[in-house]
């Protein structure tokens, strides 16, 4: 073809089309071949996407208007609630077993296991390992199932972006 | 079509903005809504995940800077929406995220929303082995048809990262449909 053709070339292609062009095909190819299913089964209601549009609408609506708020109502309940308030303060305010204060033995571990569980103490990994001895352990110390290769895989292919970064060598 | 910018636009303005979110919810409920369903599996949570991310779209869009298509950024508040429906729901029960999908799985035998053959229930069931990432890029590529670039832009991974993460989910579910 001349090159003056070519110029005049009307045509243009989407960005990277070429680029992608070959993963594409593959992904194309792979899955006329494949075992697995084009389609999922799944189905929705009759006229479920024509009326959504309304159902949306009206969803909308009623998360925007403001509250009523029944005050009458309450009012019959403000002098129990004012009562049982008053009590509970009472109760509270009254020191039943006068003692010092809490020990750090009073606390259970129970209690203790909880709130590590429970509170994110924004420890560095070395600030855990300056009280903790890593000496004579052992990574299933700190796990309940054996670890398999198929797992670590998953694991690394979730968290790690660059597989290469790990520079993990080759032994096969 | 309506290009983007200018729905982007109609949707920030007052006068415009009812019109505009119209054409928007007509536009992309039902990808969004398939989206939303290969994650959640049931009708009916599907329905109340899409109606809360057209709502945080509504809500959000004066925030929206333009710096990723309105598409992906929908497709990526969906995704998270869905994501976190899921734990909620494993939080309220009380159990992993791999029993609550298991146990979603089963009630699809009964659902009268699922049609699917004993080949799409056992895709179901091994879709439900693999981990977040590698079934979110799966039901992307392989039924949503994305490009990997979008995929990337909606969730935030290289394109390298999305291949990988494609091409061993398909391995991985290739193994299960051929196992008895």
Do not use: C
Not at chain 2, 83 to 98: A, C, E, N, Y
Not at chain 2, 118 to 129: E, F, M, P, R, W
Request: proline share 3%.
């Amino acid at each position: 073809m001349k090159r003056k053709n070519l110029d005049k070339n009307p045509f243009s292609t989407p960005k990277g089309y070429f680029d992608n062009l070959e993963d594409n095909l593959m992904d194309k190819l792979s899955k006329e071949t494949s075992r697995i299913p084009e389609n999922t089964g799944f189905t929705v209601p009759p006229s479920y996407f024509d009326n959504f549009q309304s159902k949306l609408n009206a969803k909308i609506k009623k998360e925007t208007e403001p509250k009523v708020i029944q005050l009458k109502s309450y009012k019959k309940f403000i002098g129990i609630a004012a009562s049982i308030a008053a009590l509970v303060l009472m109760a509270i305010g009254i020191d039943w077993n006068p003692k010092d204060g809490i020990e750090f033995t009073d606390l259970a571990n129970s209690d203790i296991e909880n709130y590590f569980e429970n509170h994110d103490l924004n420890l560095s990994v070395d600030e855990i390992a300056e009280v903790i001895p890593v000496d004579g352990m052992e990574i299933y110390d700190f796990m309940d199932t054996p670890m398999n290769e198929e797992n670590i895989l998953d694991y690394l292919n979730e968290n790690v972006e660059d597989l290469e970064e790990l520079n993990i060598e080759n032994n096969e | 079509m309506i290009a983007e910018e200018t729905l982007v636009k109609e949707l920030k303005s007052k006068d415009t903005q009812a019109h505009a979110f119209e054409v928007l919810v007509s536009t992309y409920k039902e990808r969004l809504y398939w989206h939303i369903r290969r994650i959640v599996l049931n009708h009916d949570d599907a329905d109340d995940v899409l109606q809360n991310t057209f709502i945080k779209v509504f809500r959000n869009i004066e925030g929206f800077k333009g710096d990723s298509k309105l598409f992906s950024w929908m497709y990526r508040i969906a995704t998270n929406e869905a994501l976190s429906f899921l734990k909620q729901k494993t939080k309220k029960l009380g159990i992993s995220d791999v029993d609550y999908q298991e146990k979603m799985v089963e009630n699809l035998q009964a659902d009268v929303y699922f049609e699917g053959d004993d080949i799409q229930l056992k895709l179901q069931k091994a879709i439900a082995t693999l981990p977040e990432k590698q079934k979110l890029v799966f039901n992307m590529k392989y039924f949503e048809d994305l490009k990997y670039e979008e995929i990337s832009e909606i969730l935030n991974i290289s394109v390298g990262g999305l291949k990988a993460s494609y091409h061993l989910a398909v391995k991985k579910l290739e193994n299960y449909l051929t196992q008895d």
